[in-house]
């Protein structure tokens, strides 16, 4: 079953960095691009980052670039979301999903569980 | 990028047909037949029901059908169970090289 697995969420106070890693199983980041997502509270679904490391491709909402800096590990096969400069505002569960086509046609077709952020003082 | 506009909530009753549309603008929805859509159940991840305005993939209902004319697609989920009490979310490419989300529609069941 081919899976996502993110980690590294927590409670991080305002001006803070914490990074997320997303993990796969049945299926290696070689071949696919994946996106990070975020939903605040009560809150609808944003998406904030784009990777595909096969093409070098990488982009970034408004709301976060600057900050944020995405990133995959090779050895591990694992992605990453360094953030920092975090404002409350970024409070939100995280989801990193398989971003299945081209940035322009693609879609998010498999999705992790998500990991929770907390920032607050 | 704003996010793309949904109805904030859809009811119907069980065996009744539901519409949840999706309305964006030149710089997304209009320009790309690229919308896809994503049903939410509380607590759980999104999972994509609709991709490309109107393809399934493997496994989803084919209760579930999708459309799009001008600036607005739709989501058309058809003989409605209880099951499908959720929230539902497009989304699109834009031009800006973003993607952008709907703002959400919360569908329940009567």
């Known amino acids: 079953e081919e899976q996502l697995v993110e980690s590294g969420g927590g409670f991080v106070q305002p001006g803070g960095s914490l990074r997320l890693s997303c993990t796969a199983s049945g299926f290696s980041f070689r071949h696919y691009a994946v996106s990070w997502v975020r939903q605040a509270p009560g809150k609808g679904l944003e998406w904030i980052s784009y990777i595909r490391t096969s093409t070098n491709t990488i982009y970034y909402a408004d709301s976060v670039r600057g900050r944020f800096t995405i990133s995959r590990d090779s050895a591990e096969d694992s992605l990453h979301l360094q953030m920092n400069s975090l404002r409350a505002e970024d409070t939100a569960v995280y989801y990193c999903a398989r971003d299945w086509g081209d940035f322009i046609n693609g879609c998010f077709d498999n999705w992790g569980q998500g990991t929770l952020i907390t920032v607050s003082s | 990028q704003s996010a793309l506009t949904q109805p904030a909530s859809v009811s119907g009753s069980p065996g009744q047909s539901i519409t949840i549309s999706c309305t964006g603008s030149n710089s997304d929805v209009v320009d790309y037949n690229y919308v896809s859509w994503y049903q939410q159940h509380p607590g759980k991840a999104p999972k994509l029901i609709i991709y490309d305005v109107a393809s399934r993939p493997s496994g989803v209902s084919n209760r579930f059908s999708g459309s799009k004319s001008g600036n607005t697609a739709s989501l058309t989920i058809s003989w409605l169970q209880a099951d499908d009490e959720a929230d539902y979310y497009c989304?699109?490419?834009?031009?800006?090289?973003?993607?952008?989300f709907g703002s959400g529609t919360k569908v329940t069941v009567l």
């Open positions: 989304s699109s490419y834009t031009s800006s090289n973003s993607r952008v």
